[in-house]
């Protein structure tokens, strides 16, 4: 019975030394998943802003090289191909990456709503598959410019609320905890909607050529009279440091040599005192000139 008793002591010593403990495992799937979820840097969350305004409008603003819109759709593109990459570089275990479409306003045709949805992609190691990676590909190669072609045989501009959108719905829309929040804004430069369009002294919701040539910011020494009246964007927010943002787009009226300089200024220091850190501004270049900078921006 002694020698009986002693085996046994001797059986469980051994494995307690060479089992787990009980919860080992499940300890280590909740510390990985810690890990995942409070590195930031992993994740990210990519928000596409389109501006449907007469921009786009092939007739109004022709461009032989390449029309906007089809640059807007190929910088769309190159932008979720910047996002696929980011995806097809991890360990399945870190994918946890969004990318979605929004309009600032948003258009009264459904079907563009409805290719916008078709735009919406949440990829995580549950759901990540060749299949699906394939149909983001697809639908980014496609839906952009059919987005673009349906607002502009719709012919119904309705102009750009920016302002708007970045004071009532980047925070809930674009940024998300434990996220690279990232914003990629589609626009001339320009800013205006009929129904905001607000001034406090010469802080204004709006921007157009023909504002900045009313307020004679069309010479040289426009620095000095932009910063001693103090000209610029009235801030929509002040909250967002957990944001980065990459306008594309800038296509200045040429009638203004400063005109480059002055939209630049504006959209730099609004961006600036809204909080947000890391920030670039691009005008309207032929995609593959554009590339590389927005892949990098998307993968420093």
């Not at 059986?11 to 990985?32: G, H, Q, Y």
């Not at 349906?150 to 920016?162: C, E, F, K, P, R």
């Not at 434990?178 to 129904?195: C, E, M, P, S, W």
Request: charged share 30%; glycine share 2%; hydrophobic share 35%.
């Amino acid at each position: 019975m002694k020698l009986f008793k002693l085996f046994l002591c001797f059986v469980i010593l051994v494995s307690c030394k060479s089992d787990p403990k009980p919860n080992e495992s499940e300890e280590k799937e909740l510390e990985v998943q810690t890990s995942l979820t409070t590195n930031s840097s992993n994740n990210l969350n990519i928000s596409l802003l389109l501006d449907l305004s007469d921009r786009i409008d092939p007739k109004k603003h022709s461009n032989p090289s390449m029309e906007y819109y089809q640059r807007d759709a190929a910088y769309v593109n190159s932008i979720a191909a910047a996002f696929k990459h980011n995806i097809t570089q991890k360990k399945i275990i870190l994918i946890n990456d969004k990318i979605q479409l929004f309009f600032a306003p948003e258009p009264s045709n459904p079907k563009i709503n409805a290719f916008s949805e078709k735009l919406k992609f949440h990829f995580t190691r549950q759901n990540v598959t060749n299949e699906k990676l394939e149909k983001f590909s697809a639908n980014y190669n496609e839906l952009p410019t059919k987005i673009y072609e349906l607002a502009i045989s719709d012919h119904h501009y309705v102009g750009s609320d920016t302002w708007k959108f970045m004071k009532d719905k980047v925070e809930d829309y674009c940024m998300d905890e434990n996220y690279r929040n990232i914003l990629v804004i589609f626009t001339d430069g320009y800013i205006f909607h009929k129904d905001n369009l607000r001034r406090e002294e010469n802080k204004s919701t709006y921007l157009t050529p023909k504002y900045i040539k009313n307020e004679k910011l069309t010479t040289s020494s426009w620095q000095e009279k932009y910063k001693e009246e103090n000209y610029g964007f009235v801030p929509a927010n002040k909250n967002l440091e957990n944001l980065e943002v990459l306008v594309l787009g800038i296509n200045p009226n040429t009638e203004n040599d400063f005109e480059d300089d002055i939209i630049k200024k504006y959209w730099s220091d609004w961006l600036t005192n809204m909080g947000v850190k890391r920030f670039k501004i691009y005008n309207a270049d032929l995609p593959a000139n554009l590339e590389n900078v927005m892949h990098d921006f998307i993968n420093p």
